[in-house]
């Protein structure tokens, strides 16, 4: 095959967090070769798709993002990388992508581009899952406020509804020992937060002998870095020493995202779930017992094989007696090779819709309710770069959104600010500061 020319790279990426930070890491190679970064919109000579496959919509915008490279140019050499490329390789064969690389063989694209080729067939690199031990890690580096940095990879729970841990293999994860030194690094770029994330971060360490709350303990003792998240993680995962060193340490930030999934126990149960619905507000009532005022969000799927009207009708009735303050509803796609796909009853599209409306209605209102039991509060915000109308925006230690007049000298610092109002639309808190307070850090 005739050797071809790099100038112009694009990138695209959907999904997860972590999926952001592999992309970060692989386009930050591209920067050190020297090759010239494009819009995705614009042409290239190579555009990396890395994929999700969380949902079937997910798979379309995946597959969509091909015939938009091929639109631009149509010589480009197409990389294609991420769940899809490693959980659904068959479909994209006749698609006219040069290369397909497996989930966690990412890094093995700093090998082709030297010598990357248009290919008449595609070329493959792909790991089985029962072979995948490396773990490979990332971070991003998009901007200078924030950082995800990778910690874990894959999942070993199989729940019913899934096919995550088919596409990212066996549950693995660096060792605090090599995390450190990231950390450190993503200092050295004047990033002020980091947010820990992977596919199940609460299984961290398993296999080094090594756990989620001995990394914190470690992580935080870095000075340069202000703030430190914790991604989704799982509610039998969460332990009580996790949630009182949040309490205790104002370096890690009083936000927790908690997959609920359901709120009926026979869903539960169908999906493979490692709780019941007690356990999971025993969890919540945990958090807001050492933490009145923290942000804690949650997962929901909508319309699960299996889910019948009476079921639905329980998770409505739960999440609403939960003090919560943001419901991240999806609705249910069947995700070929899962244990779901045998349940019944099916749930028509229509019906998927509805229900989705009304969780969203109850996440709205528990948003607004977090929202207004803040306003009147002074607490610290580190704010971002970007500009809009005349403002800047940036988050609480307890995420939530807040804006203020836009000022040069206030980028990437983290400033006191007292929660005056609502915004016009009704998400964000409109912020006023005060120069004598200000913690320019």
């Given at each position: 095959m005739m050797c071809f020319s790099i100038k112009k790279v694009a990138f695209f990426t959907l999904g997860c967090k972590l999926n952001f930070a592999e992309s970060s890491t692989i386009l930050r190679y591209f920067i050190e070769k020297n090759y010239s970064l494009v819009d995705f919109k614009e042409i290239a000579d190579v555009y990396?798709?890395?994929?999700?496959?969380?949902?079937?919509?997910?798979?379309?915008?995946?597959?969509?993002?091909?015939?938009?490279?091929?639109?631009?140019?149509?010589?480009?050499?197409?990389?294609?990388?991420?769940?899809?490329?490693?959980?659904?390789?068959?479909?994209l064969l006749k698609l006219g992508i040069d290369y397909i690389i497996g989930a966690n063989d990412k890094d093995k694209i700093y090998e082709i581009i030297d010598n990357i080729e248009k290919k008449t067939n595609p070329f493959t690199i792909s790991t089985n899952r029962n072979e995948t031990k490396r773990f490979v890690p990332a971070f991003s580096q998009g901007g200078r406020t924030r950082s995800f940095l990778k910690i874990q990879d894959g999942c070993d729970y199989f729940c019913s509804?899934?096919?995550?841990?088919?596409?990212?293999?066996?549950?693995?994860?660096?060792?605090?020992?090599?995390?450190?030194p990231q950390a450190q690094h993503i200092a050295d770029f004047g990033i002020k937060e980091i947010v820990l994330t992977g596919i199940n971060i609460g299984e961290f360490g398993k296999n080094n002998d090594e756990n989620l709350f001995e990394l914190l303990k470690e992580i935080i003792k870095i000075d340069r870095i202000e703030r430190f998240r914790i991604s989704s993680i799982e509610p039998n995962l969460l332990s009580d020493e996790i949630i009182k060193l949040t309490a205790d340490n104002q370096k890690i930030m009083p936000h927790f995202h908690i997959p609920l999934q359901s709120g009926c126990d026979e869903m539960l149960r169908l999906m493979n779930r490692r709780y019941d619905t007690d356990f999971f507000k025993n969890k919540i009532e945990k958090i807001k017992s050492f933490i009145p005022n923290a942000f804690i969000g949650i997962d929901l799927i909508v319309g699960v094989n299996g889910e019948s009207d009476n079921y639905f009708q329980k998770t409505l009735d739960f999440v609403k007696s939960l003090n919560i303050s943001f419901i991240h509803q999806f609705q249910y796609s069947e995700r070929p090779g899962t244990k779901a796909l045998n349940f019944s009853p099916k749930i028509s599209p229509q019906e998927k819709q509805e229900r989705a409306?009304?969780?969203?209605?109850?996440?709205?209102?528990?948003?607004?309710e977090f929202l207004n039991n803040n306003i009147g509060k002074t607490t610290d915000v580190l704010f971002e770069s970007t500009k809009k109308t005349n403002k800047m925006f940036g988050f609480t230690d307890n995420y939530i959104k807040t804006e203020i007049d836009f000022d040069e000298k206030n980028v990437n610092k983290i400033i006191k600010v007292k929660l005056i109002e609502f915004s016009e639309n009704k998400q964000v808190l409109k912020g006023q500061t005060d120069e004598r307070v200000s913690m320019e850090r």
């Open positions: 990396v798709i890395n994929s999700c496959s969380v949902t079937g919509n997910a798979e379309k915008k995946s597959r969509n993002a091909i015939s938009r490279a091929k639109s631009k140019n149509a010589d480009a050499v197409i990389i294609f990388t991420g769940c899809y490329a490693q959980f659904n390789q068959n479909d509804y899934c096919a995550i841990p088919f596409a990212r293999g066996k549950n693995r994860s660096a060792t605090i020992e090599e995390i450190i409306d009304l969780i969203n209605e109850i996440s709205q209102k528990k948003h607004f």
